[in-house]
């Protein structure tokens, strides 16, 4: 063997300089190659969609461009976009956190101006939004985006209001139950519950007014499951005139945010309840101290 490697040596120390060079070029190249498996889609490259779309992609890489509203800076320096007057019920926002704040020198430039915002879009308090550290994720337009074409969502009938926050609806000819999401509504009597709730009836009498034999949207929460346990569908349900009638039966009295279970509107519902209750309105009333 020994003399085998003396009378070969040449050839031996070849290919072994031929694989350490190798492995060298090997190397050289991996940061490159995991880079590119990591790095975000280019600006070019990310899906293009408005602001109001923002919550339906909640955990993907976008471009989402819209107007500036107003901007807003924290006593603690962290800078928001805001794409609406009000940004507790704005569908999505912009925040740039004070440490990257030196970054953007001016961001009172973007107030009233339509921009596009590239990045990972995250949920934070029901609402989606992109956090900046980077100048190159905002770019102001010269003129208007194109429109988004976008298909209306499909209406379906409701048959039935069985209480104040389930209904059955009539999908493609086949009756569907539907739990709303984010509420909480008296329980009226029925072979599992033997007497009402208190303001029961009145709240499955109002979501009767709201709902029956009318045509209604359902947008599914990407926060929540398809069906819950009792394979009811869990659907915000919309009117035909943009009415959300889960949040209309909390802010006039008729149900309760529903606290156990994460929702994208948990926050806004919870401001609807406290209205409520200080107005005294629905089951909220001088009522339910006379009982």
């Known amino acids: 063997m020994k003399n085998f490697f003396y009378k070969n ?6 290919i072994v300089s031929a694989f350490l060079i190798a492995g060298l070029i090997w190397l050289s190249k991996r940061p490159a190659l995991l880079l590119a498996k990591t790095a975000p889609p280019s600006q070019q490259s990310a899906k293009r969609i408005d602001y109001t779309q923002a919550p339906d992609h909640i955990g993907e890489y976008a471009c989402v461009s ?73 770019k102001i337009l010269s003129h208007e985006p194109l429109p988004v074409k976008r298909e209306a969502p499909p209406t379906y009938r409701v048959v039935e209001v069985i209480d104040g926050d389930t209904i059955r609806v009539d999908i493609a000819g086949k009756i569907e139950p539907v739990r709303l999401i984010g509420i909480d509504a008296p329980e009226i009597a029925h072979p599992n519950h033997p007497q009402n709730d208190y303001f029961g009836p009145e709240a499955v009498q109002y979501a009767k007014q709201l709902l029956e034999n009318k045509l209604a949207y359902l947008i599914p929460d990407p926060m929540q499951s398809n069906r819950d346990k009792y394979n009811r569908l869990l659907r915000y349900v919309f009117l035909e005139d943009g009415t959300l009638v889960n949040a209309k039966l909390i802010a006039d009295g008729y149900a309760y945010n529903y606290i156990y279970e994460p929702f994208q509107f948990m926050k806004q519902f919870d401001y609807l309840e406290k209205q409520a209750k200080e107005k005294q309105l629905g089951l909220w009333s001088n009522k339910k101290s006379e009982n």
């Not at 040596?9 to 070849?14: D, L, N, R, S």
């Not at 007057?85 to 001016?106: E, S």
């Not at 596009?116 to 980077?134: F, K, P, V």
């Open 9 to 14: 040596k040449i050839h031996v120390t070849i």
């Open 66 to 138: 819209g107007k500036i509203d107003h901007v807003y800076t924290s006593e603690k320096g962290t800078v928001f976009l805001n794409f609406c007057q009000d940004y507790k019920t704005c569908p999505f926002g912009v925040t740039i956190f004070n440490k990257d704040a030196h970054k953007f020198p001016n961001p009172q430039q973007y107030e009233g101006k339509t921009v596009e915002i590239t990045g990972l879009i995250r949920a934070y308090q029901g609402r989606s939004q992109i956090i900046l550290d980077n100048l190159s994720q905002i």
